[in-house]
């Protein structure tokens, strides 16, 4: 008699365990069972737990290639979590089933050796086991379309149990927080008198960044630096020609060129840069005393290296009498105030463009492709997985409370799910591969040498570590090009990601070479952990100060310059219970979950091979060398810019 030893990693599901029996069966490369074992109940842990098993065989079993695992429910159906299998052979050799999963209903689950694999090298009862849980998957992870014109997301009211998030997505704990500052200073007024208010709320959270904000938020440098490093960093592109819809002339400007040369000699010399919110162009708000523009900006290079606007026109469509073009020479509350117009589309479209449709929709596309198109022993379903935590889970409460009719969103904006849809709608007809490549992105708004920008320096960075581990797993698995064009799953893979994407012919249809696979997964891991970080976790430092970043404007834009004062600002602004939103709303999108993973960490090990162990560790060192980097050049800034350090990232969309 030979014995196989059997190790359990658990989750501790005592209920689960008590109205349900679990059941273990081994399978070796010749698709033959041993016994089934139940799952032994003895030992109990405070949050997981080690359970060892014996299965005896009179002849030699040989390799171990599946696990299976049933679950037969005695009074009520409760689910249970496996985490990890190891066996260990009576000749010492040791195979390693990563799990990870959550056992619902009665269906036997069969778990592959840990060791990935691609579809063409499977053996013929592996390669349909393989077929049969892809189906399973396709049948659980339904593509549907929430709203026309959106990426496609998951469909139905259940998410499966291998995407389900334990915690849910909780604004209460930030409303908790602002209503109880607010509370303690007893402001409650019908109508903002000035900005002092603000001061004395946001004094109350002690930040660093929110506090330079409120004493610098007015200057020119201040406004101009966010474009490069604030919540929305991805707005501004070089200007090498003044479009004719923005008539900006020589004249009007000359007086802000320090360098004494002419406008168009600024341009050429590349000192002019643009930012043009023609995205929000006809889109309708909620209501007809709430309003939003489409503005564009003209911003300039000094010879502080500083940018800093020079020119705003509230409209595309140009006009003295409709759309006058204001400039720094203005009185001051003309000037002020339409650049808080400019910021306030800004506000608009970092939320549903930059980080809603970029990082959090197209996330869940990836996510959702990768369920249905690649196997749990793929090597990329293995690389993908840990980036793309949660984002299902995050996404359909999302949808349930943040951006749906009545939702938060359209509480605190100017927005309800008409003008929601229609800004995704006109995003959508841009949205490329290419426009998700993040060097590319920064080839094609001129923005590689402009000074001071250090979401790009920063980005660059990651960018190139995770392409570089990505490249060393790649090669480990794929010898050649041809080994990539015949692997069906991922084939199939970036076929369904096109789907998804609802404007297929933006999107690769197939991938031809480990280059190009290389370049794609990078992508999907750099949007998904870094590019979320950039324009996620500085919300409240940036947003905070109403005047800064107002989600809706309570007035009409002026149509003529000297008709404004602070009065008509104060009363521009958000209304006490937007301001409250906004406040508890970005407080909680800017904190880090409880037991956070970051960037290049893998507890739960997907890859059991060495090469791949190897190259996570080279991984983990390059970031933190990136890390350190970043650590150093920030001591010499007047602003921490902390939002693409490495232990800073989250591995997924998963806030």
Known sequence: MLTYKVTVSTGLEVIAEETNSIYLTLINSKDQSSERVLVNKSYF?????EISLNIHVEEDFGDIVLVKLEKEKHFVNIKWFCEHIKVQTPSEKCFEFPCQCWIEDEKPVFIRE??????????????????????SRRDRFRWTEWRQGFPKSIDGETLPPEVKKNKDFDLNIGKAKVYSIVKRLKEFIPSWRDLEIFEKIL??????????????????????????????????????????????????????LERGVT?????????????????????????DQLYLTA???????????????IAIQLSQNPGEKKSPIFLPSDNEHDWMLAKMWVKSADFLVHQLVTHLLKTHLISEVFEMAMHRQLSAVHPVYKLLKPHVRFTIAINAEAREKLISEGGVFSQISSLNGDGITKVIQNAMDTLTYESLCFPETIEARGMKDVPNYYYRDDGKKIWEAIHSFVSAVVKIYYVSDETVQRDGEIQDFVKDVSHGMNNSNKFPQSLKTRKGLVKYLTVVIFN??????????????????????????????????????????????PDHLRFYKVLGT??????FQEKEIFLGTYPEMCFTEQPVKEAIKTFQKKLDEVTNI??????????????????????????
């Open 45 to 49: 842990a405070d949050l997981k737990r």
């Open 114 to 135: 840990g060791t990935a694999g691609l579809p063409q090298d499977d053996p013929g009862f592996l390669k349909e086991k393989r077929q049969k849980e892809l189906k």
């Open 203 to 256: 004094k109350e959270f002690n930040i660093n960044t929110v506090e330079k904000v409120m004493q610098d938020w007015s200057k020119d440098y201040m406004f101009g630096y966010q474009f490069l490093n604030g919540c929305n960093p991805v707005m501004i592109g070089k200007c090498m020609d003044i479009p004719d819809k923005f008539p900006v002339t020589h004249e009007m400007v000359e007086g802000f």
């Open 263 to 287: 406008l168009q000699e600024e341009l050429k010399a590349g000192n002019i840069y643009i930012v043009d919110y023609e995205i929000l162009e006809g889109v309708p708000t909620s209501s």
């Open 295 to 309: 503005p564009v900006c003209l911003l300039y290079k000094n010879r502080s290296d500083q940018i800093v606007p």
């Open 528 to 573: 998904a952990s870094a590019q979320h970080a950039a324009v996620n976790f500085g919300q409240f430092d940036w947003y905070s100060w109403i005047p800064n970043g107002p989600s809706t404007m309570r007035k009409p834009p002026p149509e003529q310059k000297g008709q404004v004062d602070m009065k008509y600002i104060m009363e521009s602004l």
């Open 586 to 591: 970005f407080w909680v999108l800017s904190q």
């Open 630 to 655: 970043i650590k150093s050049r920030n001591e010499g800034l007047p602003f921490d810019y902390c939002y693409l350090s490495p232990d800073k990232i989250p591995n997924s969309v998963a806030i």
